[in-house]
């Protein structure tokens, strides 16, 4: 036996609250127990909904579950898990389409671009992002995937979408999925490498920025290389 919204009183059911009063008006928990739509014997949907935000400590931390983990909450499915990465997946899209409208100025302009679909991933991904002569994106390419290796990294390979665009300037982009941005001996080399290569091929490289989350101690969710005077 399954408990679903049938059991709340329709002024205080979510998809009704969210009709009448909008989506502002409800809690994350709430909005989450819209996808998930049914709960358990034990846990009714919103506090179903509840327990998954307090089993992986947070909203982020949620979105980047994979799909098994998810699974192995009592109460959410394939199906259940599959809608819920859509959904953060979409939402990640849709803050990267409303960024690249915009020029890229800072390493908060980074942030907004990929921090949200970056912060998704339980693995290191370096992406170059394509610059035109006023600093508008031009495409976002992913150049490796695992951790940063100085010596598994070509600059030819973060260069070639470059070359292909035609790009004024690139920015290195990757994540820490730890969720410390601050840099490593190799994500240095690495940056050193890639300015002395744009540089011959005079495609400059702006900025390399490290994503990764809130975290204990440190104001920033990003590092820029170019803000602490390392490019």
């Known amino acids: 036996m399954t408990s679903t919204m049938r059991e709340v009183p329709p002024a205080e059911r979510p998809r009704e609250r969210l009709m009448n009063q909008g989506a502002q008006s409800l809690k994350t928990a709430e909005l989450i127990a819209i996808l998930l739509r049914t709960g358990t014997k034990e846990r009714p949907v919103i506090a179903l909904a509840e327990f998954l935000l307090a089993h992986f400590g947070s909203l982020e931390a949620l979105s980047r579950a994979p799909i098994g983990e998810l ?8 199906a259940k898990a599959i809608e819920l990465k859509a959904a953060f997946a979409l939402a990640a899209r849709l803050a990267r389409t409303e960024a690249e409208a915009r020029a890229i ?7 907004r671009l990929l921090g949200e ?43 070639r979408p470059a070359l292909a665009r035609q790009a004024h300037a690139v920015i290195l982009v990757h994540n820490h999925p730890s969720g410390n941005p601050l840099p490593s001996d190799a994500d240095k080399l690495v940056t050193r490498r890639m300015k002395q290569a744009g540089e011959l091929m005079q495609i400059e490289l702006l900025d390399h ?14 590092f820029s290389f170019k803000d602490e005077g390392l490019l």
């Open 117 to 159: 679909e970056m912060r998704l991933l339980d693995y290191e991904s370096l992406r170059v992002i394509c610059l035109n002569t006023k600093h508008k994106v031009l495409a976002v390419e992913e150049v490796t995937k695992g951790t940063l290796n100085e010596s598994l990294f070509h600059p030819r390979e973060a260069l």
């Open 105 to 111: 100025e800072s390493p908060v302009d980074v942030a």
């Open 71 to 78: 699974m192995r909450v009592k109460g959410v499915g394939e």
């Open 209 to 222: 920025v490290i994503l990764g989350a809130p975290h204990a101690g440190i104001e920033k969710n990003y």
